[in-house]
Every structure is written in C-alpha cells, then in structure tokens.
C-alpha cells in the first residue's frame, strides 16, 4: 500500500526565515509526485511534479527536490502570503490507475 | 490554463433530500475526474474515479448507490448525493485530469451542509 508521511504537522516562521518541508514515501513504483498548496475552505492549487530522483523545480521562494525516498519543498525567504497547508502526493506507475495519495499536509504560517 | 470550476460553492439541503454538484474542467478534456471529500483540518479522502464514458470506480467504504458519479462528457463531472443525511456534510472536491498528463488541477470545492 502506497504511503505518504509529512513533517512537521505545523511549522511557524519569521517572514524571511527559511526552511523546509519534509514528504517521505512509499510506493510500489513512482510515476510521480506532486506538491499542492492548499488555502483554507479552497481546493488545493498544483505547484510541482517530481518525476525521478535527483529532479528539481523551482517557483518563485519554493523549490521542490525529489530522492528515492522522500522529498523537500524549500522555502526561501517566506513572506506571509505564503502561510497555507502545503499537500504532497504520490502516483503509482502502471496501468491506467492516476489515483493520488495524499499525506495529512504541513500548514505553515509566515508571521510578518 | 488548466482551470476546474464547480458549481455550486456551497448548498444548505435538508435531510433527505437529493443534491447535484458540477464539476467542469474550463479549457482542456479531462480524461479522468476524480472525486474527494474532506473533513475539517483532515487531508482529502478519494471517493471516486470517473472515465469519461465509463462507470465511476469507488473507493472501498464509499457507498456508490448514495454518491452518484456521471462523468458523461470530457468537461463535466456530476456527483449527487442522494438521501443526504447530516453525516454527509462535509467538503466535497473534484479534480480532472487532462488527456496525455499525470497531474490532477483542482476545483475550489463545494461545502455541503445538510440540516
């Protein structure tokens, strides 16, 4: 059974003050993995998708890194827009089934 | 691009009554739309997988004689709740999947309450 664990539950931060969200994973073979924004009472919002080890992606303060196990999404220099539940997901490869699997999220707020 | 709306944002119904939430993907063809409910400070649950043309796959523990899926056209998606009761209530999302893509873009959900 695929799995997805997030860490930390919650992260508080200092507008400016950097850090990382944490997203281990099993799956029984990755076609990919995603990160989503998710503001309160809204659907979540896509950001990246992670194909294989060693990929990156970039947006704007966020950078989404991907190993065999896990992945980090960066957030450099974090203003308070950025204070949201961040989701990561995973996607089985083979056949026809493009369900995703969810971690619980990390909700981050950026205090100004 | 890739834009999913769903009608409507939120719907009060009383209990055991029948209500019908849209989903539409704006511009491109969802091959595939999915359907997720999810309760406060929780993550989202799958519920169901609908191919255009097909019948909806349900989740194991998803009652699919309560949670109507038709997903008759590449841009629409339709889930009905019938007989809601007020255990029903909760936040219901849907996403869609484009032709040739893995990703899945989001509606900004519906908020189902139920009296």
Known sequence: ED??????????????????????????????????????????EFLFTLYSAGEEKEKERLKATLTKKESFLHITAPKPEDSATYLCAV?????SNYKLTFGKGTLLTVNP | ???????????????????????????????TMF???????????????SNEGSKATYEQGVEKDKFL???????????????????DSSFY???ARGVGTYEQYFGPGTRLTVT
């Open chain 1, 3 to 44: 799995q997805v664990t997030q860490s930390p539950e919650a992260l508080r931060l200092q507008e400016g003050e950097s850090s990382s969200l944490n997203c281990s994973y099993t799956v029984s073979g990755l076609r990919g993995l995603f990160w989503y924004r998710q503001d309160p009472g809204k659907g979540p």
């Open chain 1, 91 to 95: 996607q089985a490869s083979g056949g």
């Open chain 2, 1 to 31: 691009g890739a834009v999913v709306s769903q009608h409507p944002s939120w719907v009060i119904c009383k209990s055991g009554t029948s209500v019908k939430i849209e989903c539409r993907s704006l511009d491109f063809q969802a091959t």
């Open chain 2, 35 to 49: 359907w997720y409910r999810q309760f406060p400070k929780q993550s989202l649950m799958l519920m169901a997988t």
């Open chain 2, 69 to 87: 899926i038709n997903h008759a056209s590449l841009t629409l998606s339709t889930l009905t709740v019938t007989s809601a009761h007020p255990e």
């Open chain 2, 93 to 95: 999302i849907c996403s």
